[in-house]
C-alpha cells in the first residue's frame, strides 16, 4: 500500500499474544486508551526525545470527559485503573505512555523496542 501525500493515520491492535487482554478491558477503560491511542505523539526517527508520549491537557481531558459522559474523579479512576494493569504509565497528571503490547501506532519495525522500554518503566 502506497501512501504518499495520504493524511490517513492508523493505530494497530496486536493479536499476536492472542486477545484476552482485549476482552478483559472495561468499556470505559478501552475509549480511554483509544482516546489517548489518538493523542499520542510518534517521533521522527531524528527525535532523542522521551518517544510515544501521549499529553492530555485540559480540553482532551473535557473532551474525553464527554465522550465518557462522567465526571474528573471517574476519569482519574479510569486512568488509575489503566495504570495499574499496566496498559500505561503516568509520568505526571498529564503525560502517558501507552502499553505497546495491545494498541500500537507507528511503524510496525519499532514494536518490540517500544515493548522493551515500556516494560523498564514497570518494572
Not at 116 to 121: A, I, K, Q, S, V
Amino acid at each position: 500500500v502506497k501512501a504518499s501525500g495520504n493524511k490517513e493515520k492508523f493505530f494497530m491492535g496486536r493479536e499476536s499474544d492472542g486477545l484476552d487482554w482485549f476482552y478483559n478491558l472495561s468499556g470505559n477503560q478501552l475509549k480511554t486508551l483509544v482516546f489517548l491511542l489518538s493523542l499520542e505523539r510518534v517521533p521522527k526517527e531524528s527525535d532523542t526525545t522521551l518517544t510515544h508520549v501521549t499529553v492530555l491537557g485540559k480540553t482532551d481531558r473535557e473532551v474525553l470527559q464527554s465522550i465518557l459522559k462522567c465526571t474528573p474523579q471517574y476519569l482519574n479512576r479510569v486512568i488509575s485503573s489503566l495504570a495499574k494493569e499496566k496498559w500505561l504509565v503516568k509520568l505526571s497528571t498529564t503525560d502517558f505512555i501507552i502499553n505497546p503490547k495491545g494498541f500500537y501506532k507507528g511503524p510496525a519495525k519499532d514494536v518490540f523496542k517500544r515493548m522493551t522500554e515500556f516494560n523498564r518503566l514497570v518494572d
